[in-house]
Nanobody, 123 residues
């Protein structure tokens, strides 16, 4: 069993930066994938970024490529999402997720979820 707790959300002006962190309790194996998703009001949850725990390989949605960076700290069991050049359309609740097999962008196929943290970007 894996429990995930996000932190670091908040209010930021467009063009600014925020860093989200996700602390995982329980054993994270090398074949796990960790990811960040977001859900804006009235919209479906969508994939933002993912990382393979063992190899460190990363994947990004086209909408955030070049602006967001996902990273992991194996010693601390944490995953971070550095968000730069924020845009109003990045406003959403951001969720940390874990999956015990290959990375996928489909929210329904992830096994563990955090409670979410709000990110609001003003224009």
């Amino acid at each position: 069993q894996v429990q995930l707790v996000e932190s670091g959300g908040g209010l930021m002006q467009a063009g600014g930066s925020l860093r989200l962190s996700c602390a995982a309790s329980g054993r994270i194996f090398s074949n796990y994938a960790m990811g960040w998703f977001r859900q804006a009001p009235g919209k479906e949850r969508e994939f933002v970024a993912g990382i393979v725990w063992g190899s460190g390989s990363t994947y990004y949605a086209d909408s955030v490529k070049g602006r967001f960076t996902i990273s992991r700290d194996s010693a601390k069991n944490t995953v971070a999402l550095q968000m730069n050049s924020l845009k109003p359309e990045d406003t959403a609740v951001y969720y940390c997720a874990a999956r015990w097999t290959v990375l996928t962008t489909l929210p329904s196929e992830w096994h563990y979820w955090g409670q979410g943290t709000q990110v609001t970007v003003s224009s």
